[in-house]
């Protein structure tokens, strides 16, 4: 039987494929799936959850150009999607640099309307979609699908409140597969479950709108009635009333794999005016009996070196090399080992932030608060102000979403909260959705705020110790990458308050590197001193408190001093070098910085970003090159 997938053009060609077809096709989505794991890592389980819905949706909206509206989030199950509307011969690309994206992407088509990859933002963006089209006289529906574990963040509800007293005409999907990457947390979470389980109500509700319907004749009292029994019912078995109580008049639940039962009450919720909620059971992983089984470990899996029979998964690649995370995540064991009063809390990231064995073994002492970003920083200054030491663990790029709560629970009551933000710098093939090189700028503007970054593997244990015995707002950055020990002529440095660890001085400059990327800056300065340009390597460590003595002195008496980061140039380290020159009065004309430029940085491998970015160690090498060139050419 020749492959139906090919012919999938645009979601057009759904309309002419027959039951059968449409249900050959999911194994064919799914295939397709596993042939992209077995040559590179990316989401996985979330994506085979979605594809009887992926199909249903298409089949009975129109979203292409200026049509009716869809708005994935988080964004990450969007492969199925991509699938069918055009970029099925670009598939093998996908996070691949200058490939196809693993989030949606309005460059790439445009049924994708938002780029997105962050959660919770859906709900209020279709609804402004919805408005603005409103506006303009346009006729469409508007469509999210939102996941269960993006569902608590507290935008979701802003948005729904807002929609429920707008009445608007706004269909909202809930994806609910009781996970977000981990195990769902919360009360919400048990409020599902228990939708889960009244499933009778559904068969009631519809059997008591069945009569009202078929009465010719009804009068009021009666019709009162009968619909304070169905709210009564409702009310008794909890089922979607939350959502009633908002505005939205609930569905479900149903069973997001039965394809033709979908496609049925989505073409029944199109005659349906004001706004909707649609629950939907799906199961992460299904179709794959591992990922179905162990979510987790299949949300994002490591290469699938070996597939057997019936979609099984017989080996997964092995990771070679240990991570900064791994280093984090073990020092925070050893911590709240040490010291009863040390906490740790995670948005929903256990797993991305290896923390599942501080989880087992102080199960008291680990907060998983689900993707709510805002809600940990508060709660963790709530924490400090009781006396506590708790850990921010969180992804750089989230703790952005978590901005106002930095500035006025922690920063500006001087509470001892510690922020461990992994993934700092580029993060490869998840894009710059997920890129975390903001967080320098917004966190060292804050008074009381200390900001640092290991240099390599010898830092990251004394930090975190460091970290913890601060008094005050405290954050450590370090990037998505593997374990790096770089060589000293000595032991490391201790860890000072604002200290900067020298380990070589240039007669002819120095790199000053906050972060991991010493490692290239040395392996440049090898390079550089076989040419006879001697140039010498700082570990910053601290980008606020800025180690003035060290650095001034670098600007002061050398003839080039280049400031290299994993962060944006804009307010950066570099910047930070800048303004302590200026404020000395020092002619800062031989000061280069080197970081991520103003602009977004696409998907790609950390090391071809970095290489493109001009951040390896060739590339400072031919900087250095240049500047000398240029010097030199000044005096002929």
């Known amino acids: 039987m020749a492959k139906l997938l090919p012919h999938i053009h645009s979601p057009t060609d759904l309309q002419t494929l027959s039951e059968e077809q449409l249900q050959e096709l999911t194994h064919e989505i799914r295939d397709e799936l596993i042939r992209v794991l077995t040559t590179r890592p990316a989401h996985f389980a979330s994506n085979l959850g979605v594809v009887e819905l992926t199909l249903a949706l298409h089949l009975t909206f129109d979203f292409s150009k200026d049509k009716d509206r869809l708005i994935w989030d988080t964004g990450h199950q969007i492969y199925p999607h991509k699938l069918i509307t055009g970029r099925y011969h670009r598939f093998h690309t996908i996070r691949t640099k200058g490939g196809l994206m693993g989030f949606p992407h309005p460059g790439e088509s445009d049924y994708d309307l938002f780029m997105t990859g962050h959660a919770g933002s859906s709900v209020s963006t279709i609804s402004g979609l919805k408005s603005g089209d409103d ?20 935008i979701v509800w802003e948005a729904l409140n807002n929609i429920g007293g707008m009445k608007q005409n706004v269909l909202v999907i809930l994806n609910d597969n009781k996970m977000s990457i981990c195990p769902r947390t919360g009360g919400l979470a048990n409020y599902l479950d228990q939708c889960r389980m009244t499933g009778f109500y559904q068969g009631s509700k519809r059997r008591l709108n069945q009569i009202l319907q078929n009465i010719p004749v009804i009068g009021e009292m009666a019709r009162s009635s009968l619909e304070a029994l169905r709210d009564g019912l409702k009310a008794w078995l909890k089922d979607g009333m939350l959502f009633e109580e908002l505005g939205f008049r609930y569905f479900g639940p149903v069973d997001g794999h039965d394809l033709p039962g979908l496609r049925k009450i989505l073409k029944d919720l199109k005659t349906q005016t004001g706004p909707l909620l649609l629950h939907v059971f799906t199961t992460k992983g299904h179709g794959v009996p591992q990922a179905a089984n162990d979510p987790v470990t299949f949300h994002t899996p490591p290469v699938f070196e070996q597939i057997g029979p019936d979609r099984v998964i017989v080996s997964l690649k092995k990771a070679s090399a240990k991570a900064y995370t791994d280093a984090v995540s073990s020092a925070l064991h050893q911590a709240l080992q040490d010291d009863p009063h040390v906490t740790v809390l995670t948005a929903a990231m256990c797993q991305g932030n290896k923390l599942e064995k501080v989880r087992e073994d102080f199960p008291n002492r680990f907060f998983d608060v689900g993707i709510c970003e805002s809600h940990a920083v508060a709660f963790a200054a709530g924490q400090a102000k009781a006396g506590l030491k708790p850990v921010v663990d969180i992804y750089s790029t989230f703790l952005q979403r978590s901005f106002d709560q930095i500035f006025q629970e922690v920063c500006l009551q001087n509470l001892h909260v510690v922020f461990c933000m992994d993934r700092a710098g580029l993060t490869g093939p998840e894009g710059p959705t997920h890129h975390g090189v903001f967080d320098i700028p917004y966190l060292r503007l804050f008074p009381n705020m200390v900001c640092m970054a290991p240099g390599d593997e010898a830092d990251v244990q004394p930090m975190v110790r460091f970290a913890l ?11 998505k990458t593997n374990l790096e020990k770089v060589e000293r002529s000595t032991a490391p440095a201790p860890i000072e308050l604002g200290k900067a660890e020298v380990i070589a001085w240039g007669e002819d400059g120095c790199f000053i590197a906050f972060g991991t990327l010493l490692s290239n800056c040395l392996a440049a300065a090898k390079k550089l001193r076989a040419e006879g340009i001697h140039m010498g390597v700082i570990n910053a460590r ?86 000398h060139t240029a010097e030199a050419e000044r005096y002929l």
């Open 135 to 154: 506006l303009l006289g346009r006729n469409n529906y508007a469509v999210a699908v939102i996941g269960d574990g993006a569902f608590p963040s507290g």
């Open 542 to 627: 601290f980008a606020k408190p800025l180690d003035k003595e060290t650095i001034l002195r670098a600007v002061e008496t050398l003839p080039l001093v280049v400031t290299v980061e994993e962060g944006t140039l804009e307010g950066g380290f570099g910047s930070a070098v800048l303004e302590a020159a200026n404020a000395a009065g020092l002619d800062t004309r031989n000061i280069i910085r080197r970081g991520i430029p103003d602009r977004f940085i696409e998907h790609g491998e950390r090391n071809e970003l970095l290489a493109d970015l001009g951040l390896h160690a060739d590339g400072l090498v031919e900087l250095v090159r240049e500047h």
């Open 469 to 479: 015995k601060h008094n005050g707002p405290i954050a450590m950055r370090y990037p």
